[in-house]
């Protein structure tokens, strides 16, 4: 089981597979106000770089499932040389359906919502993984305008115009689902 062999190729040397920045990663993790001992929950950890920065900034723990074998290795790598391997697990496997022993204090999903068919099927998905009072954590592209056509949607590397909302619809579909946004940081812009 492996995701297809071009992306492994293509971000071999990416320890973010997402448009995001170290620093915004540790904004984020600040944000959350992460606490020591808090267990984290990522799926898609990709090459774990998330997981692996805030189990040493802020003591977390916690498990990542990635569906590729090589970032799964670069994650325990990582783990390793950040010193937390002892903190955090990673797990090459399918995330879909993907539900922790125990309850955690933060489940995430950041760029690959996919694995639950959408933002809604993997916020129910990781709810389910949730301690009472946990926060759920979902990185998730957005429209910065509609495109006019399909055409230019494709130019954008969407799949269709369809695959995604502008940002403030996609903050009003978290309240619909029953959830407060509490806070948010932004990634950078994809563009090539
Ligand atoms: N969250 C990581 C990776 C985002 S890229 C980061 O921000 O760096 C999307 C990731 O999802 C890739 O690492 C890919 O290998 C993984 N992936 C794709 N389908 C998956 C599945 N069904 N189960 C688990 N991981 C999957």
Redesign the pocket.
């Known amino acids: 089981m492996d995701?297809p062999r071009i992306?492994n190729i293509t971000e071999s040397a990416?320890?973010?597979?997402?448009p995001?920045t170290p620093a915004k990663l540790a904004t984020l993790g600040a944000a959350l106000r992460l606490e020591t001992g808090t267990r984290v929950l990522?799926?898609?950890?990709?090459?774990g770089?998330?997981l692996c920065t805030w189990a040493r900034a802020h003591g977390v723990i916690g498990i990542g499932?990635?569906?590729?074998q090589l970032?799964t290795e670069q994650a325990q790598r990582r783990a390793e040389e950040l010193g937390v391997a002892d903190q955090v697990k990673f797990i090459h496997?399918?995330?879909?359906g993907y539900v922790s022993d125990e309850k955690v204090g933060v489940a995430a999903?950041?760029?690959?919502t996919?694995?639950a068919g959408g933002v809604v099927g993997t916020i129910e998905l990781l709810a389910r993984s949730l301690r009472p009072g946990g926060i759920i954590l979902v990185?998730e592209p957005y429209w910065r305008q509609l495109p006019l056509t399909e055409d230019v949607a494709k130019g954008c590397l969407a799949g269709s115009i369809s695959d995604f909302v502008l940002l403030p619809e996609l903050l009003a579909s978290f309240g619909h689902l029953g959830y407060d946004v509490v806070e948010m940081v932004l990634a950078g812009v994809c563009s090539r």
Request: aromatic share 10%.
């Open positions: 995701i992306f990416h320890r973010i597979h997402n995001i990522d799926l898609g950890s990709g090459s770089e998330m499932i990635d569906m590729s970032f496997g399918d995330a879909a999903c950041v760029g690959a996919w694995i990185g």
